[in-house]
């Protein structure tokens, strides 16, 4: 569905509209909180608390931006300004596997070689600087744009660029250096 049609019909107190639009970000938002806070009851709060600005803020998205973007700056927000009362930092460590929702098929030896993979890619994630970490987090798995990130992150678009490309050299040399096997052979 068009989001802008879906923000309409929220702004008119359609019930079934603002179900489907949290339902259609909920998971995103959270794998932003869960990446600044850690703690996945903390995160789920933080989570909670977006969608209770966002509603009431509905009237202030004009546009422009795309609306998942406004919105994942919106969790970030929170996410720092709740980081900053609690005087703590930014994770070491990404969102994990699970929250993640990578698939897997009912294959036992299947389900064991992604755990392996995705724990190998934890591990190298982990290893990544918090620059690379985020903007990894915002292009690669929340897919946003480029100039999105940029905005989001208040950086220019140059520098945001080549934080990506670095991020995912960065990320290959780790994995190959983890798991020198990796990427041998595989598609």
Known sequence: ?????????CRRGDGLAWEALVRTYQSSVYAVTRYYLRDPEEARDVAQDVFVRLYERLDSFGGGDTFKAWLLRMARNACIDRLRRL??????????????RLSSGDDPEQNAETEARARLLRRAVAD???????????KEIQGLKLEEVAKLLELPLGTVKSRSNRARLELAATLRKLDPSFGAGTP
């Open 1 to 9: 569905m068009d989001v802008e049609k879906l923000l309409e019909r």
């Open 87 to 100: 005087k703590a930092r930014p994770p070491a460590a990404d969102i994990s596997v699970e929250d993640a």
């Open 128 to 138: 990544l600087s918090a620059r690379h970490r985020e903007v990894l987090l915002l």
